[in-house]
């Protein structure tokens, strides 16, 4: 639901709610050759729900644009959390973790959900005729994963450890952005656009061994998830757009960024735990970090009854032909060291684990072009189409 209310023509004042509800099924048997229902598994269907309210501001006064809004997203997990909070015999969650699921969650036609208010603030304002300076401040959630919250919550699965237990009072993870950017409009056919930003991201969900005595398990260990990692990321932007009459558009952009954090999967507190990675607290690069970026966009068109050649009218007229060419850093890796030779003479490598992701690999580039004539027959228009996905097979 939308509301949308002009108080004048420069004040733009917009509300509204969104509300999303679902059902989910999970049937995880592991081993299913053994027993009834396998060595171990793990059956649940849950019904959470999720949704936002939200106000915002749209002010315009003397050239400059004022955004400002305010967001609260909510969700409740379901009864299946619930229950299993209140029920003593889930004995992998902890007493502590009761109490802080109590304690962080408000009661709403007696179901339990979590809220999170993020403000958000947008302004652009004009340097000279021809340029725009503009800045952005907001706050984004995202909530977790449903294994990372429902796994093994069930008491008659709750002794089985073919999986990671799910932790009931999990946050969602949240963003903090920033963005300040000039766009300079050289004429009305050349547009170029320059952004710097930063992000910092916080309650990323990681793993964690625990253990845990009761009169039912007396020495129990076991892996859940936690909000306790973090990551930031900064870069600059350029995009310089281009065009030409009615036949040609283009767009070209580029960008460098950095990517780093305590770790790159929820999997590596279990990694440390397992001894295949070595617990830091230092900033790492993550997996998905691409420094460099580049990409070019042209679309050429050349107008029906406007060939380029004078005797192809009819035939050699009205189609367009589209190129993207894509330029992309490598995926991240570990290097190895050279730790010595074998008895048998081959060389020995050991992982650098002093540089975490620190290694590059072979840069990414494609090109792709799309060719596409519309020909007049029978009364409709048809379209002839060829598409090549990687044109030079890189």
Do not use: C
Not at 219 to 237: H, I, K, L, M, P
């Amino acid at each position: 639901f939308d509301l949308t209310k002009y108080f004048s023509e420069k004040n733009k004042f917009k509300a509204g709610f969104d509300a999303t509800f679902q059902e989910m099924q999970n049937i995880d048997i592991y081993q299913p050759w053994v027993g009834t229902l396998g060595l171990n598994n793990d059956i649940y269907g849950v019904y959470p729900a999720f949704g936002a309210l939200y106000v915002q501001d749209n002010i315009t006064f003397s050239g400059m644009i004022l955004n400002v809004g305010l967001r609260f997203d909510y969700w409740f997990p379901g009864k299946y959390v619930d229950d299993a909070v209140e029920n003593p015999d889930v004995v992998t969650i902890p007493d502590q973790i009761r109490e802080d699921y109590r304690n962080k969650t408000f009661t709403f036609f007696g179901r339990r959900g979590k809220g999170r208010l993020s403000p958000r603030v947008g302004i652009s304002h004009p340097v000279s005729d021809n340029q725009m300076l503009f800045f952005s401040y907001g706050h984004f959630s995202k909530r977790p994963k449903p294994q990372f919250v429902y796994a093994k919550l069930n008491p008659s699965s709750a002794q089985s450890t073919f999986q990671k237990f799910g932790n009931p009072d999990l946050d969602p993870e949240t963003t903090v952005a920033y963005e300040i950017g000039l766009q300079t409009q050289f004429t009305s056919d050349d547009v170029l656009t320059v952004t710097a930003y930063y992000k910092d991201i916080f309650d990323y969900v990681s793993t964690r061994s625990a253990r845990i005595t009761t009169s039912r398990l007396s020495t129990g260990n076991f892996v859940t998830y936690v909000n306790q990692d973090y990551a930031r990321s900064r870069g600059v932007e350029a995009e310089f757009r281009k065009r030409v009459g009615r036949w040609f558009r283009g767009s070209v952009s580029g960008s460098y960024a950095i990517t780093t954090g305590k770790s790159s999967s929820p999997d590596q507190g279990l990694l440390v735990a397992r001894g295949d990675e070595d617990e830091t607290i230092k900033e790492n690069f993550v997996i998905w970090d691409r420094p460099f970026q580049f990409s070019l966009n042209s679309t050429f068109n050349v107008l029906k009854d406007e060939p380029l050649f004078d005797f192809g009218r009819g035939i050699f007229d009205d189609y367009s032909f589209y190129v993207r060419l894509f330029f992309q850093s490598g995926k991240r890796y570990t290097p190895a060291m050279l730790a010595g030779t074998l008895s048998n003479g081959r060389p020995d490598y050991i992982t650098d684990r002093d540089n975490r992701l620190a290694g590059l690999g072979q840069n990414w580039f494609w090109v792709d072009v799309n060719w596409e004539k519309n020909i007049e027959l029978a009364g409709l228009t048809w379209t002839l189409s060829v598409q090549v996905k990687n044109l030079f097979d890189a």
